[in-house]
């Protein structure tokens, strides 16, 4: 698959829970980013990697939420105690120069 | 702040139809992205243009720098085309988008 990959594409949780997402990037790209679209909303920027290195984090991102990508590989977002708003489509980005964006499939969190 | 604008928000055509969407956007950018996304579905790259047009089956992409300006084109469509088509900006190192326009063609 070369494609970037998303998982798990769907999770339910209660109110106050922990939740975990990952991405797959494709291989060799260095860029990879985070957005969250909410129902009926285009995509809003969360954050960015370049490699290893988290080089910006939009106001979006609260405290609750911490994203890494250790190897410059993968990269995980952990939201914690999470909150009905947080409801919404997690999508990740992966970029390498000119070959563009490609985007994943997304997590769609629905928080009860 | 890069401000992007879609329109029209909806559009509902018989398939066939020609249609145009339309971008605009505030400020300078280093590339323009045109992106499809079916109902419950995931973000597809359509485009990625900086000037001029491109091209890819019965779908142009179009840029007009200048006017800061770029529309999305769909020849002979078709009622697989229906979904939300999204125009978004780079201009560092993040996307901002539009709102969508949400695409229905009636067979």
């Known amino acids: 698959d070369t494609g970037v990959s998303q998982d798990p594409r769907h999770k339910i949780t209660k109110r106050g829970q922990n939740v975990t997402f990952r991405c797959d990037p494709i291989?060799?790209?260095?860029?990879l980013y985070w957005y969250r679209q909410t129902l009926g909303q285009g995509p809003e920027f969360l954050t960015y990697f370049q490699n290893e290195a988290q080089l910006e984090k939009s106001r979006l991102l609260s405290d609750r939420f911490s994203a890494e990508r250790p190897k410059g590989s993968f990269s995980t977002l952990e939201i914690q105690r999470t909150e009905q708003g947080d409801s919404a489509m997690y999508l990740c980005?992966?970029?390498?120069?000119?070959?563009?964006?490609?985007f994943g499939p997304g997590t769609r969190l629905t928080v009860l | 702040k890069n401000e992007v604008e879609q329109s029209p928000q909806n559009l509902t055509a018989q398939e066939g139809e020609f249609i145009t969407i339309n971008c605009s956007y505030s400020v300078g950018i280093s590339a323009l992205h045109w992106l499809q996304q079916h109902p419950g579905g995931g973000i597809v790259s359509l485009f990625m243009l900086s000037s001029g047009k491109k091209k890819h089956g019965r779908l142009i992409a179009t840029i007009n720098i200048q006017e800061k300006h770029s529309s999305l084109h769909i020849t002979a469509s078709h009622p697989r085309d229906s979904a939300v088509y999204i125009c978004?900006?780079?201009?560092?190192?993040?996307?901002?988008f539009g709102t969508g326009t949400s695409l229905t063609v009636i067979p």
């Open positions: 291989s060799e790209h260095n860029r």
């Open positions: 980005a992966s970029r390498s120069g000119l070959a563009g964006d490609f």
């Open positions: 978004a900006s780079t201009g560092g190192n993040q996307f901002y």
